[in-house]
């Protein structure tokens, strides 16, 4: 570690919240610009974090797959630092650009549920982070995050094979391996991802480049206390609609797991499910992702009026 | 023996072939075509593997996308690393059920789940790597996807091998900067630890250097109106004036769905 930390202030300064110009010139809202700008940075970084971690091969003890599945301290950094909401819309997008589309990994459906389950993740982590010099606060959020996408990513798979659409229970021995291997591999996750490549650079990292990066950007450093920077209002309506993408993703993974099969080649799973399924499972989502639309609309709405006012 | 592999897969390699890939220079059927047909082809092969559950079917699919793949002249570390995702997820599955108490009869319905994504897969290879980052962001742009995936897309390709190239660097100077470890210990632990550290305290002259880099193009891009101008139906029109549909896209296209619709029969008989 060659970079040293500047010290760390006796207390905590709170200066409470803040609205508008700050010294004259600079403002806590984000400009257009900036917004854009921290959504360039999660992209680009995430995405070179995935391209090391592609290059670095996979060690697997048995079955479990002992590898890092992504550098955790990466966009957790960049949500801490700047803004959680827009960082957490560029990582994902960074690794599908980056990782998935250039190797040829790219799997249709399933990416849309993959980047809602990390926007998610890194959205609700990063806003745990009031206070970038915090090591609590900054080991929660890594943690967090893990939890958060392995947890959603492992309930999606365990459903796919309780209700049967992967057809795994035809496979003798294959549902309580599946249960066992989640379970297994989300300690190893935590573990991996969380804490080796997640808190502990994190606990080095975020403190190290807080007061230095921003000015980079032409921002302001966060001080503790005040609100996050282009934040999404943690309103009722917004809470709603971060509720409903999870459901969302959860009907994307179906959807792909049903195989859109339309029935015609196969009679077996017509007559478990009947055509309706299929065609019930997309008016869902429809339904779902509109009514999300709608409210995040409204949230947008409720905070511009409230900035007017 | 071992040093010759090591040459080939030295990580400047890498980082040369993921520029030809991002790049398409290597030509290919696709990488003359439409962007908007490729897409749209990609769609085609992409959504008929899972219309079926039938061995068969998804044999002369697999069959099709490997066809394709030659077709477009897909480099040797991108299908490298698809064949070990493959490879590596049929066994990691096998060995685990086996564990549980299967037998050869989970091997065979593994074979079909990993048919059906080794041929989607295969389909996504052909289409991205030949398309190049501008032509794929004007065609997402055409199908009206959101402005920030568009561009995400083409900064991200244009982007990635720089961004490679100057991690690469900064890890070096790291690594030259440090004494090797005393002892390499079990296993050689103590130097698997040095490169891991060093992985990661890279990441902070990295994380300065892009911040200033995005701030630079950030900057540009404003005062050439970015935001503003994507939005702006007359500056859309203009900057997609120039795709044109030719007769070889759209005979592609049509032997191509011709074909995966004769897949199904012809896959039954099969089957």
Partial sequence: MTTQNPPRPAEDERRGALRGAVDGVRSVQLSTSQKLMIFVLSMSLFGLSNIILEIIPDPSIGPVDVSVSYMVFVPLTIAALFSPFWAALGAPLGEIVFTDLLMGDFSGLAEVEGYLQMFLAVFIAGSLIRNPRSR?????????????????????????????????????????????????????????????????????????????????????????????????????????????????????????????????????????????????????????????????????????????? | MARKTHDVLSVDWIRLELLRTAYSTRGGLFSRLDPRIV??????????????????????????????????????????????GLLGNVIGLFAASFLFGGNLDTLVALAELNLKLGAVSMASMAAFVSLDPEKLSDALLWFRAPELLAFGVSYGYRMLPILVDEYVTVFEGQRLRHAPVERPGLLGWRVVRQWCVLAVTAFYPIMLNTAKNVRTTVEALETRGFTYGASNPAGRSLRLAYLRVSATDLAVLAATVVLVVAAFPLGGLLG
Avoid at chain 2, 50 to 72: E, I, M, N
């Fill in chain 2, 39 to 84: 897409l749209a082809w990609y769609l085609v092969m992409a959504i008929a593997p899972w219309l079926t559950h039938d061995t068969g079917v998804l044999l002369v699919l697999f069959a099709l996308g490997v066809v394709s793949v030659v077709l477009a002249r897909v480099g040797p570390l991108v299908l490298g690393l698809f064949l070990i």
């Fill in chain 1, 136 to 309: 609590p606060q900054i080991v929660l959020g890594a943690i967090i995050l893990v939890l958060v996408d392995k947890v959603l990513s492992a309930i999606v798979d365990l459903a796919k094979v309780w209700i049967g659409v992967e057809d795994a229970e035809f496979v003798e021995g294959l549902p309580e391996s599946m249960l066992a291997l989640e379970v297994l591999g989300l300690g190893v996750d935590v573990v991996m991802s969380g804490i080796l490549l997640g808190a502990i650079p994190a606990l080095w990292l975020i403190p190290a480049l807080h007061g230095k990066i921003e000015p980079l950007m032409g921002m302001r450093p966060r001080t503790p206390g005040e609100p996050i920077p282009g934040q999404a209002p943690a309103s009722g309506v917004f809470v709603g609609f971060a509720l409903l993408l999870a459901v969302a993703s959860f009907g994307f993974a179906f959807l792909e797991a049903f195989d859109i099969s339309a029935g015609s080649f196969e009679p077996d799973f017509i007559d478990r499910f009947g055509d309706w399924f299929i065609v019930v499972a997309i008016i869902a989502i429809a339904v779902v992702l509109g009514v999300a639309i709608l409210l995040f609309r409204a949230a947008q709405r409720s905070r511009e009026t409230a900035d007017r006012s």
